[in-house]
């Protein structure tokens, strides 16, 4: 995967004279108006479409921070040309965000993270990727083993999994969701919230994750769960 940051890296009024009935059906409907138009303040919308026609979408609170593809991309390599940066659109696609406002690319700890930190991705399988890829590389984007895994682990890490679901969508994409509990080498404990996909030509990846500390998370757990449900895929037909 060409993933750069992941989480394991270290978005009419109405009318006065109508009649009594009618103006309260109105009524009703510009209190659904507001109420609509509050709750779209609430959040940051986020969808992209890659040049395959495959749409991932999401949201997340709006007084997170957030970073996207090109802003990414620069924090890796700031010598990146404007034409590079177009060819890399054609391939990969991210948005990194934040429960941390002061969050800076460069000091963002992934799953070590005290706040809620998130990486939503879309990536183009290269032809070597595309020859050995199975649904289990989805499950290692963000940590160093598969954590469903018989095999011990060769990395030091610990894995509990809380759930997991795998499905193929009406449109042919395979998907998987997981929560994960994480125990690092050093003893630190983490938790991993994770939803991904891959077309049925094998071409495209889409993967969103959302983790940090257990009691980080267990503080904002509705908030991340929210997230990440959120989060769906489409694809032309």
Not at 120 to 128: D, G, H, N, S, V
């Amino acid at each position: 995967m060409r993933s750069h940051l992941t989480l394991g890296g270290v978005g009419g009024r109405l009318q006065r004279a109508v009649p009594i009935a009618l103006a309260g059906v109105l009524a009703l409907i510009a209190v659904g108006i507001i109420s609509s138009s509050l709750m779209s303040t609430r959040f940051n919308y986020v969808s992209h479409t890659n040049v395959s026609g495959g749409d991932s979408y999401f949201r997340f609170p709006a007084n997170w921070a957030s970073f996207s593809q090109d802003q990414v991309v620069l924090a890796n390599d700031s010598k990146i040309t404007p034409a590079q940066l177009r060819s890399l659109d054609q391939t990969e696609w991210t948005e990194i965000f934040s429960a941390d406002k002061g969050l800076s690319l460069a000091n963002q700890k992934g799953l070590s993270s005290l706040k809620p930190f998130g990486v939503a991705q879309q990536l183009e399988l290269t032809p070597q990727q595309k020859a050995v890829f199975k649904l289990a590389t989805l499950r290692s984007i963000f940590v160093p083993d598969d954590p469903l895994s018989k095999s011990p682990s060769t990395s030091g890490y610990h894995y509990k999994v809380v759930s997991y679901k795998q499905y193929v969508s009406s449109d042919g994409l395979s998907h998987l969701e997981m929560l994960v509990d994480i125990r690092a080498p050093g003893g630190t404990s983490t938790v991993l919230d994770e939803a991904a996909a891959v077309d049925k030509n094998t071409q495209w990846v889409y993967f969103i994750g959302i983790g940090c500390t257990y009691s980080c998370f267990q503080a904002n757990r509705s908030q991340i769960l929210g997230v990440v449900k959120s989060w769906n895929v489409k694809e032309q037909r």
